[in-house]
């Protein structure tokens, strides 16, 4: 098997941070040409820092880390230390990482890597705001033919939303980025709340990966446990959604997923709905079908996977 090229553009977050792990566990499957990182949950300087947190503490200091952009394409920044702590990763120790940041800025790598790349080659894996992969295609129009697929992590439809009413964290943050990445004509799967609401990280799920006992596997279940906190308050639920990591296993088992072709539109002039997906699962307008939207997965199956593949990780 030839493994995939990915390009990870995150802003970890301790879910987005399982996903990097998902990812580097991967390496028949994936072959990561970079991780991008963008402001979203925390500012940018701690976004790009908790990336190359992550390929110390996984071994990956191989991995090049670029530092994107810093506020939305429009709107003004907004953040989730409150879910997230004010690291982005509470729950591991913080320390200074030897995994270097790159000079470049991570659009240019995204539209250098895309526009060299060969047609329909690359698979992009967006968990935080979009802004990064929207300010790449705003800059060079052509990068959008080196892209093989994007599997995002946004958006809500049956669940609604988890920062406003109506909207999902990722796209009430950059909506506008959101609807330049729908509609760039290239295959989108959307992991939106409906399906990452279903993959909570009960306590025995959490207790189950530190059991694997490797440094990785300790990192994730120290982060899940203070992931938790919020949500099972927030949702009254036994665990909190493991939201990014669901990118990834689709990439790794589209099979443990159900989705539907359909169309994804962004509100992005409603102060009341401002990020709102609508989703049309039904098919009750003739907008065009733009996203495959994720809306089931086999929630012992995504952890049996990330299990299996934490313990990859030497101890
Ligand atoms: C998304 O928002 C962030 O808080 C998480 O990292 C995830 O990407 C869930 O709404
Ligand atoms: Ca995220």
Redesign the pocket.
């Known amino acids: 098997m030839v493994a995939s090229p990915v390009i990870i553009d995150c802003?970890p977050?301790?879910?987005?941070a399982v996903a990097l792990f998902l990812a580097m566990a991967s390496p028949d499957e994936l072959d990561i040409l970079g991780i991008t990182t963008v402001a979203?949950?925390v500012p940018l300087e701690l976004t790009q820092r908790n990336a190359r947190m992550m390929c110390d503490i996984a071994g990956r200091k191989d991995l090049p880390v670029f530092a994107g952009c810093e506020r939305p394409l429009v709107r003004a920044p907004i953040t989730?230390e409150y879910?997230?702590g004010n690291t982005g990763i509470d729950g591991v120790d913080v320390f200074e990482p030897v995994t270097p940041l790159q000079d470049d800025h991570a659009v240019s790598f995204i539209v250098e890597t895309l526009v060299d790349a060969e047609p329909d080659s690359i698979t992009l894996v967006p968990?935080?705001p979009m802004t990064n992969i929207a300010a790449a295609i705003g800059r060079s129009p052509e990068v959008v033919k080196g892209i093989r697929q994007i599997v995002s992590?946004?958006g809500a439809m049956r669940e609604g939303g988890?920062?406003s009413p109506s909207a999902?964290?990722?796209i009430l943050v950059d909506p506008h980025a959101a609807e330049v990445v729908y509609n760039c004509g290239k295959p989108i799967i959307a992991m939106g709340?409906d399906v990452?609401h279903q993959v909570l990280s009960t306590r025995e799920r959490v207790a189950r990966i530190r059991d694997v006992g490797n440094d990785v596997a300790d990192a994730t279940a120290g982060m899940l446990s203070f992931f938790h906190r919020y949500d099972t308050k927030k949702y009254g639920s036994e665990g909190a959604?493991l939201?990014?990591p669901c990118t990834v296993a689709w990439l790794l088992r589209p099979d443990l997923f159900a989705t539907k072709r359909c169309n994804i539109s962004v509100e992005k002039d409603s102060e009341l709905t401002l990020g709102h997906t609508a989703v049309d699962f039904w098919h009750v307008t003739d907008r065009p079908h733009n996203v495959d939207w994720a809306y089931e997965v086999d929630a012992d199956g995504f952890y049996d996977l990330l299990v299996e593949r934490l313990a990859r990780f030497g101890s």
Do not use: K, V, Y
């Open positions: 802003d977050g301790q879910d987005d979203g949950n989730a879910i997230h968990t935080g992590m946004g988890n920062r999902e964290f990722n709340l990452t959604p939201h990014d």
